[in-house]
Nanobody, 124 residues
């Protein structure tokens, strides 16, 4: 059974930092592209960041480029999202996702596995 479990969310003031962690089980995570998406109330789920199987290539949404960093540890089956200089508009539920075959990095409907999400709230 595939499981992706997110942790590390919480409440933070604007300008602060948080680190999200996604732990995968039930799949060979080193063979999957991993990504983070987020969904704010009343909005569609949007792409945040992704990392290739080896970790050699990363992708970012323009809104987080330069502030967020995605990384992975295949030995531990984990992927992290370091979020710096947080802004109130970063407030959302953040989801970890995994996909093995599709090359469409930013489309949520192309990802086969999802975590349950972790809430990030940034106050102004």
């Amino acid at each position: 059974q595939v499981q992706l479990v997110e942790s590390g969310g919480g409440l933070m003031q604007a300008g602060g930092s948080l680190r999200l962690l996604c732990t995968a089980s039930g799949l060979a995570s080193s063979t999957y592209r991993m990504a983070w998406f987020r969904q704010a109330p009343g909005k569609e789920r949007e792409f945040v960041a992704a990392i290739t199987r080896s970790g050699g290539t990363t992708y970012y949404a323009d809104s987080v480029k330069g502030r967020f960093t995605i990384s992975r540890d295949n030995a531990k089956s984990t992927v992290s999202l370091q979020m710096n200089k947080l802004q109130p508009e970063d407030t959302a539920v953040y989801y970890c996702a995994a996909e093995r075959f599709s090359a469409l990095v930013t489309r949520p409907d192309e990802y086969g596995y999802w975590g349950q999400g972790t809430q990030v709230t940034v106050s102004s």
